[in-house]
């Protein structure tokens, strides 16, 4: 029985018993925080039935690539990267809006969001850049031009409805780029450049962007219906690029204007989100209340997605929550020990990417919990309730498990001198 298991379950079995972790305490929470969903539904077992679903479907696309010899992935890179503009593209145009953003497309009546593929084509080609074009002494100069070129291409598009994720993405490449061995002035240039661009973008937006007053997500249908013909009327003045404006404005003056209120003094409609997340955790009282028993879940608007990490303090305490970021770090360390066991670079860079991607979007999502940045809109990886999202995770992970499967490992030779070893070359 064991060895049939071994068999199933290739690759490094620290990554798989994280990934399981994950998935339970992702079945548990949902099926806890999707009372919202429950009551709209009439079902009880609807959303955590349907999210199992999404799980188990991404756990049947991840098989395949981690049974891929990871040096076949190089070959997916140009039709990846065209089907990511294209699909990007379709989106921006006639993409289905969802809390304001068109972040979706419908495929044979699944929702698809192409981001999410996005994201890991553009670890992809950063991956192979990088290898391609190592020399003892560091990368090639060239390297980063190609990477701008790639990028160029798909964080624009993905900017325009999902500033949060291209950020996220950006920041990834930019880590590569350090691992990566790119020239300092290149990679510190960029930074410096995009620090200066985020001022010119953050005055822009303060600018262009609207006083919105639709800061509660639970307004009435008819609100809703009178807000969005409001923004139909604005968009014929305005330019579609912009049209988000108005909300990251709003994300921006709340962080920025976030300071100690009394309890008493908390708006509970006009800040719905954020006090629900604070009284979620508070009323932990450390321990937890027992999964189940989380109270917020009523309130929160997105308790199953973007602030599910507050409806984990809640019901399992600080222990709990320090468990979940203690298992996003163990992924992260473990995915580097496979990299630096790699004798070949494309696996190594390739690996760690996705690595990095996972995690910093899960500290992006944890951070935004318990009120450390402002709202992001970015899901908790493997945990959060999901479509596309939760099948691309899982296919990630299985790419690094391929990885730590198929990749040619580094051998040692003795050396000459101390006794100790040397890498060999190939």
């Known amino acids: 029985m064991s060895k049939r298991l071994g068999n199933i379950f290739k690759g490094d079995k620290v990554i798989w018993m994280v990934f399981f972790f994950l998935c339970l305490i992702s079945i548990v929470e949902v099926f806890s925080a999707s009372s919202e969903l429950t009551y709209k539904g009439g079902n009880y077992l609807a959303p955590a039935t349907k999210h ?122 930019w880590l590569m780029m350090i691992i990566g061995r790119v020239p300092t002035r290149q990679w510190g240039g960029a930074a410096s450049i995009v620090v200066v661009l985020a001022a010119v973008a953050i005055i822009f937006i303060l600018t262009v962007g609207g006083n919105s007053e639709d800061d509660n997500p639970r307004k009435t249908l008819t609100e809703k219906v009178e807000n969005n013909s409001r923004e139909s009327e604005d968009e014929s003045t305005s330019v579609k690029i912009f049209h988000r404006a108005t909300t990251w404005k709003s994300r921006i003056l709340k962080f920025v204007n976030n300071k100690n209120i009394p309890p008493e003094q908390v708006d509970l409609d006009k800040d719905a989100q954020a006090s629900h ?38 019901e399992m305490g600080i222990e709990g929550a320090f468990v979940v970021a203690l298992l996003y770090i163990i992924l992260l360390f473990r995915t ?27 500290l992006f999502n944890m951070s935004v919990a318990v009120g450390i940045v402002p709202v992001t809109g970015q899901p ?47």
């Not at 009284?279 to 189940?292: F, M, Q």
């Not at 990299?339 to 670079?345: G, V």
């Open 52 to 173: 199992i679903g999404l799980l188990f479907m991404g756990f049947i696309f991840m098989l395949p690539v981690v049974y891929c010899k990871c040096k076949y992935f190089k070959a997916f890179t140009p039709l990846l990267l065209a089907l990511s503009v294209f699909t990007l593209v379709i989106v921006w145009m006639t993409g289905q809006s969802t809390n304001g953003a068109s972040r979706w497309i419908s495929i044979l009546g699944f929702q698809f969001q192409p981001s999410e593929l996005a994201k890991g084509t553009m670890v992809l080609a950063t991956a192979q850049i990088l290898s391609a074009m190592q020399t003892p002494t560091g990368c090639d100069r060239h390297a980063f031009k190609y990477i701008l070129i790639v990028g160029l291409f798909i964080v624009p598009l993905i900017m325009v409805e999902n500033l949060s994720t291209a950020v996220l993405l950006c920041f990834v490449i």
């Open 277 to 314: 997340a604070n009284i979620a955790i508070a009323s932990s009282n450390i321990i937890g209340k027992g999964p189940g028993n989380s109270v917020e879940r009523d309130f929160l608007a997105q308790a199953f997605s973007d602030f599910i990490y507050a409806i984990i303090i809640e």
């Open 336 to 362: 580097g020990r496979i990299a630096s066991r790699c004798e070949n670079n494309f696996p190594a860079f390739l690996a760690l990417g996705l690595a990095l991607l996972l995690v910093i979007q899960a």
């Open 380 to 426: 908790l990886p493997l945990i959060s309730k999901g479509g596309t999202s939760t099948i691309f995770n899982c296919i990630y992970v299985g790419v690094i498990l391929s990885v730590s499967r198929s990749a040619k490992k580094r051998t040692t030779v003795p050396s000459e001198n101390a006794g100790t070893t040397l890498p060999a070359r190939s």
